[in-house]
């Protein structure tokens, strides 16, 4: 039987629709590529409930698939989403492949909504399991990711995870945490900017060393002391 016009022109619009709504990422992993799929997507945004399914490049095989309840984030210029970019106060990816832990397994951040400091992005954090074979939720590494601003960035080198918070314009707080084997996060630095004041900016560092805090306090002219940044 032949399907009218307008049915036509609506499964079709309809199927559009699904294709405009989904996107293959190729380029964030060595391992694995990424299919995304999410409810809605305007010209510069896609939102809403998402699914991720990760495929083994070597096999082309599901590795495995997950599930946000909002795969909020923003196109790029070519209408595809960004893949491993933190940016403080801009651009950060729905997906970020990375070694979270320093334990030498790529590790998996999937954006869920806005829900961290001042309404910035939020992440559910993945580490990979290697007795399992498959990515498991880490609830500390999600904490870090919600109660913060935005994703957490890394420091290979030193194998620290940085964190960001703020209240207003005038004061910041930086943060570095340890990853320690069979214990989790360990809190090992904090650098406290209050420029509150107005003239002046009060810059503190604790750090821990042999288990105890050690505490600087510097008072600085704002300007001079934002001139060095």
Known sequence: ????????????????SLG???FIINDGSDIYDAKISVDKCSEDNCEGKGTIKLFDKKTDKLFQTFVSDDLYFFSDNSGNPTVNIIQLYNE??????EDFNFDGSEDLAIRNGNNSGYGGPSYDV???????KK??????????AYENLGMFQTDHERKRIITFQKSGCCW?????YSVVPKKG?????????????????????????????????????????????
């Open 135 to 144: 990515f498991v939720v880490s609830d500390e590494l999600t904490q870090l």
């Open 20 to 22: 405009q709504n989904e």
């Open 126 to 132: 993945y580490v990979y399991h290697r007795n399992k």
């Open 185 to 229: 996060l360990v809190k090992v630095f904090e650098l406290e900017e209050d420029a509150q004041g107005g003239e002046f900016v009060i810059v503190t560092t604790r750090e821990l060393i042999n288990d105890k805090w050690i505490s600087k306090e510097e008072i600085f002219k704002l300007d001079d002391y934002y001139k060095q940044e």
């Open 172 to 176: 910041h707080i930086t943060t570095e």
């Open 92 to 97: 950060q990816s729905p997906l970020i492949f």
């Open 1 to 16: 039987m032949k399907l009218p016009l307008f049915l036509i022109i609506l499964v079709f619009l309809n199927e559009l």
